[in-house]
């Protein structure tokens, strides 16, 4: 079977997410979902840091120095396709303190 993509194991993890949220279930499945969660949010994370390093590795210029270009407030601005998502809870375990940006 083939390894969900980054958008789609972001769309499972908002499904639980909102399912969670409602609060309407059962103790033993709310904890299934919640690890499922947060398996997903790390997976999401790890798929995000690596897609920033390459990013970052791209924008070098000959020298291998960092190119930083300032995108024009235009190219920012919200697109009728594009909508902007739902922030996401974000919960730092004690294990977890080095990786603050964690979504879960």
Excluded: Y
């Excluded at 972001?10 to 609060?23: M, Q, S």
């Excluded at 499945?29 to 970052?56: H, I, M, N, P, W």
């Excluded at 995108?71 to 990786?99: G, H, M, Q």
Aim: charged share 40%; aromatic share 4%; glycine share 2%.
């Amino acid at each position: 079977m083939n390894e969900p993509n980054f958008e789609q194991s972001l769309a499972a993890l908002e499904k639980i997410v909102r399912d969670l949220e409602t609060g309407e279930m059962p103790l033993e499945e709310s904890l299934k979902l919640f690890e499922t969660g947060v398996k997903l949010s790390r997976d999401c994370q790890t798929r995000l840091d690596d897609a920033t390093r390459r990013v970052e590795i791209l924008m070098r210029d000959d020298d291998g120095k960092p190119k930083i270009e300032r995108l024009a407030s235009e190219d920012l601005a919200e697109t009728p396709e594009r909508k902007p998502r739902k922030p996401i809870k974000r919960i730092v375990f004690d294990d977890d303190a080095e990786n603050e940006n964690a979504v879960f």
